[in-house]
């Protein structure tokens, strides 16, 4: 094999391909990369029995082939190589890479060892990479870091028609996204628990190509992302997810509306005082929101701002970290708190104004601290 290439264009593809590879493999063939040169490009991959990565790009070829070689190895060496055409040739066992006046030799493994790659399902629709990516972004905030509970760490895709539904949760915190696709079927209704790491990993590195193709398998076991010659495709989650929707009360008779930015930096300058696993105070009422941490003779921190508020005056509590990373997921001017008492979980929804209904398509749930007196 032998083939001339871009130094930018390889080192992309190398550390797209490389960051879907596991840390601990299960075998060393699946820590390295399978790289195949002919017709005009080259095609690079990764697998680890559950999560698979492939694209392909174009080269001067002057030899056909494949050699597989340690992808985290040569991802931190294309990154190293200086501003120049890059050419790749296997020579036996070695793989040979020149870029100017720099050289290196890296070990091959057998290609005949790797695994086959899952093929990609057939495509079930397309949606806007960029919207598909805030979306992702919005909801996988609130899954599960715990591997206790895999069935947390992952985010539940709902299909219904021309309806994607995203949700996650944690048990201390909900978050709900909905937005529209062009499905291959209108009468669609499906379901898919994708881990949010490789979710969000779609989204961030697949997000910003315009269309992106969503492909479920028929056997309810494969999830597939593919936009502009780059793919991925990833095991499902096994495991009945909870019925998370039935959360969102159905009546909220207090509403209170934020300025977001004002907020978010009141709650980061509150919160310094509040010592691990204790709250921040919200007491809403006509006109304000007064935010207040620390208790007795530790330090203390209160701020005041201006609120509009719906309904009777309220006092909640929430973990300050989750209130923070939930209001960063808005990018709405104004946040809505919808209330039904104080110890039931808060709604929170984006507003452009603070005189305009909330924005229904994203909701973020918190459950509240609960307050001695409460």
């Not at 070829?61 to 050419?87: H, N, Q, Y």
């Not at 290196?104 to 990516?133: I, K, R």
Request: with cysteine.
């Amino acid at each position: 094999m032998k083939f001339t290439i871009d130094r930018d264009v390889l080192t992309d593809a190398v550390g797209w391909t490389a960051r879907s590879l596991s840390p601990r493999p299960p075998v060393p063939v699946l820590s390295g990369l399978l790289i195949k040169a002919e017709n005009s490009e080259v095609t690079i991959a990764s697998f680890d029995y559950e999560t698979s990565a492939k694209l392909h790009i174009p080269a001067d070829i002057d030899e056909e082939g494949t050699t597989l070689v340690s992808g985290r190895l040569l991802s931190e060496i294309c990154r190293s190589l200086p501003k120049a055409d890059v050419t790749v040739e296997t020579n036996e066992s070695k793989l040979h890479l020149s870029c100017g006046s720099a050289q290196f030799n890296l070990a091959t493994m057998p290609v005949s060892d790797y695994p086959e790659l899952p093929g990609l399902p057939q495509v079930s629709g397309t949606v806007e990479g960029s919207e598909f990516a805030r979306a992702v972004s919005q909801v996988a905030v609130a899954a599960s870091k715990d591997d206790t509970l895999p069935i947390l760490t992952g985010v539940r895709m709902e299909i219904e028609g021309d309806t994607i539904t995203l949700l996650a949760t944690d048990r201390y915190r909900l978050a709900m996204r909905e937005l529209t696709w062009n499905p291959a079927d209108a009468e669609i209704s499906t379901a898919a628990l994708i881990k949010a790491k490789t979710i969000t990993e779609v989204a961030k590195t697949l997000g910003g190509s315009g269309e992106l193709d969503i492909a479920l398998s028929d056997t309810h076991e494969l999830v597939g992302f593919e936009s502009a010659n780059r793919r991925t495709t990833s095991l499902l989650v096994d495991g009945e997810y909870p019925k998370i929707r039935a959360l969102f009360p159905d009546t909220t008779p207090i509403h209170a509306v934020v300025r977001t930015s004002d907020l978010l930096e009141a709650v980061r300058r509150v919160s310094l005082v509040a010592e691990r696993n204790t709250p921040v105070r919200l007491a809403f009422t006509q006109g304000q929101v007064t935010l207040d941490a620390g208790t007795g003779e530790d330090a203390q921190a209160s701020e005041t701002l201006s609120a509009q508020l719906e309904g009777d005056d309220i006092t909640v509590a929430f973990n300050p970290t989750y209130l923070s990373e939930g209001l960063n997921t808005f990018g709405t001017d104004f946040v809505r708190f919808s209330f039904t008492t104080p110890p039931k979980p808060a709604v929170i929804s984006g507003q452009k104004d603070p005189l305009e209904e909330d924005l229904k398509e994203y909701r973020y749930l918190l459950m509240p601290v609960r307050l001695p007196n409460q």
